[in-house]
């Protein structure tokens, strides 16, 4: 397939060429244009290229959906470095941990993360933070964005090409710490391009990106996607109040809404104002990161007759989106056809292609996949195999060539559209004091998507587990949205032979108690 653009620097360079008066940005009352966002990604990038950055360096970003997180993603592509977003919703250590893993040289932070990155080691592992918000301080270490902006020195531009590395996107399976997925330009763009061409995006389009930036989802299709058509991007800073969100959409006349299951949910159970449901543009919804329920399914095709619902399926490591429903076909249940220049195969345990209507494996490849885990080279020879990645989930194709996803192979649990891995839940609760061994697996929650449950076996003389203690320390240890939502004491964690935990063990059990 052919791009148009081997990098994202070039991207906006044409894009402020040709549409420079344009509104790109809406950032609440203020209005960015592209050529705006070209003049102050020019600028980061001549301060970031005085503190020593240049081509192949990580630049981790650790900010709030905001104009800067844009800005950011242009300067570092224009120095020929790799972009890192990290989850704002980590704590200390595991931020930590991703700026060690990752070799980040740079950081980029908000100022309402202040707190979370001063007790990291980010001023030990990092050459620089500039800080995006009001600042109280400055330092040789910190400088506020405004100042990185405003600088009267300039830098050339590095030419990627699309088999360089753009960005690197922490995520894992079900064992050991996250890892770097390197996402290349060509993978991106890729993304990109079969997305406009499944979605049907247009200049004229107008997206609205409240779920976070630093998410692959919306990092790709709510944020690339839309500056690689020349459309324009409605920016919320913050969920809070969740009506904003609607006032946004009716005032800034957005036409295309992205957004995750609970999200969805929340909107088919909401009471809008009639004059919402009569003078919305909205044209399409997209929905990813989890499985819509039926019944949100239905609810939204009663509400809202004009516009269409495409679900999709996709996961970090293809950039992210392998298939979608398409505006003039979507079937219930399923996650639709492969996008355009992308393959998708169910195969058995030995790779062999089984026939369309029959449970197995999920496989694909094309552009979008990953170039592979940083540092890992032993994991990414077990995820790609012969060009095609092993998603790690199980479904069928109809004839149609209509993905049908069944079930996750994986333990990976996805609360409100973010993921969240047992095995590293585990290895914290298993390091509390009195903790013999533990098992976290997914629910079903109407609200969350799935939420977190734990099983504790305690030490040999243990008689009881101090809930309330324990929880106080995975506060201190995991995100908020990481910490189960119950924890459980068992006897003994049930076993196979070789001593492995049987989570579908627990899961049956907890489905018992349930119903009895």
Known sequence: MDYPYSNFYALIQAQAKDRAKKVALFDGETKITYSDI???ADK????MADAGIGR??????????????????FAISKLGAVTVPVNTFLKGEELSYILEDSGSKLLIASMIHEKTVHVSRASALCHLTIWE????????????FVEAISTTLEVGAV???????AVIVYTSGTTGKPKGAMLSYRNLLSNAE??????????KDRSIVFLPMFHSFTFTIAVMLFLYVGASIVIIRSLQPFSNIFKQVLTKKVTIFLGIPDVYTALARAKLPWYFMWFNRLRVFVSGAAALQPKTLDAISTKFKKTVLLEGYGLSEASPVVSVNRREKQKPGSVGPALAGYEIKIVDEAMVELPRGTVGDIITRGDNIMQGYLGRPEATAETIVGGWLLTGDMGYMDEEGFLFIVDRKKDLIISKGINIYPRELEEVIDRFASVQASAVIGVVDEKSGEIPIAYVELEEGCEALDEQTLRRYLREHLANYKIPRQIHTISELPKNATGKVLKRVLKEQLRTEKTA
């Open 159 to 165: 030419a990627s090409g699309l088999d360089d590395i």
């Open 56 to 73: 192949g360096d990580k630049v981790a970003l650790f900010l709030r959906n905001s104009p800067e997180f844009i800005y950011a993603v």
């Open 133 to 144: 918000g009001e600042m109280t301080h400055t330092d040789a270490y910190n400088i506020p």
């Open 194 to 203: 079969s997305g406009r061409q499944a979605i049907d995006v247009r200049a």
């Open 38 to 40: 070209l003049y102050r």
């Open 44 to 47: 980061l990038a001549a301060t």
